[in-house]
């Protein structure tokens, strides 16, 4: 397996498992402030004496769960709404719910998720929401503009001249062309999502302090930067590398599906 699609699966690893490695509390403090990595301490000690290996073995897990929520929860509303407005006959239905959803677009999504988080401060389906919010008018004209060129191929139209189902051409004519589109376009949003939940964190939203966040980390540690900068530098590469890391991912997911989808359409 290539190295670009093993950096991200490792990082993932760590999000999710990290908080079980018992290599000690990540919000007590163990000694001074900022120290330089050590047998004791593998990276150092962050603003607070905290170990910064704790913290970043902590911080992961919700901001991946925050994203993946928020991505799989704007799969369903971007896929469920595009489908309909790409396949339905109700062209003025379809054409006034799109322009109603796509009005979320001109808000920037800093102030949607400051004004959900000063509604439900402290909590993670905050971040969530706001994530959806902004990403769920992009996922619907995306998937749209796919389904609507798929129904006019010459397949599709042949299959609604012989009577199929919505079902049976949803299930053969549409989704394997659609499929490496959503799946891109999904990245494309985790990447996104990913970004929010470490601003919420860089911001001190969500899960308040001491909770390790790989955001808050980069800002609250910025401070030591020249003295140790390992709590700026390590949670900034996992990010980089997770948002990076999971386009790569899906990107190879689609391809093979693009694939079997050019097998499924030669031999239909």
Do not use: C
């Amino acid at each position: 397996m290539k190295l670009r699609l093993i950096l991200p699966l490792l990082v993932l690893a760590v999000a999710a498992l990290g908080p079980w490695v018992p290599v000690g509390s990540p919000t007590a403090p163990v000694a001074g402030p900022f120290e330089s990595w050590s047998g004791a301490h593998v990276l150092g000690t962050d603003i607070l004496g905290r170990d910064v290996l704790a913290r970043v073995l902590a911080g992961g897990r919700m901001l991946v769960v925050q994203a993946a929520v928020a991505t799989l929860l704007g799969s369903v509303v971007g896929l469920g709404v595009g489908v309909w407005a790409g396949m339905t006959h109700r062209h003025r239905a379809a054409r006034f719910t799109v322009r109603g959803i796509d009005a979320l677009a001109a808000l920037p999504g800093i102030l949607l998720l400051l004004v959900l988080a000063t509604g439900a401060p402290g909590s993670g389906a905050a971040i969530v929401a706001a994530s959806v919010l902004v990403s769920v008018p992009f996922s619907v004209r995306v998937n749209r503009e796919r389904v609507a060129a798929l129904v006019r191929t010459d397949y599709a139209r042949a299959a609604q001249a012989r009577g199929d189902t919505v079902a049976t051409r949803l299930r053969y004519d549409i989704a394997p062309g659609l499929a490496p589109t959503a799946l891109a376009e999904a990245g494309i949003r985790f990447v996104a999502a990913v970004q929010l939940a470490a601003t919420a964190g860089f911001l001190g939203l969500g899960a308040s302090a001491p909770a390790a966040n790989w955001g808050r980390m980069v800002q609250e540690n910025s401070a030591g930067l020249t003295t140790n900068p390992l709590p700026v530098v390590v949670p900034a590469f996992l990010l980089v590398v997770l948002a990076v890391g999971v386009t790569f991912l899906l990107d190879h997911l689609a391809g093979r599906v693009l694939g079997e989808a050019d097998r499924i359409g030669a031999g239909r």
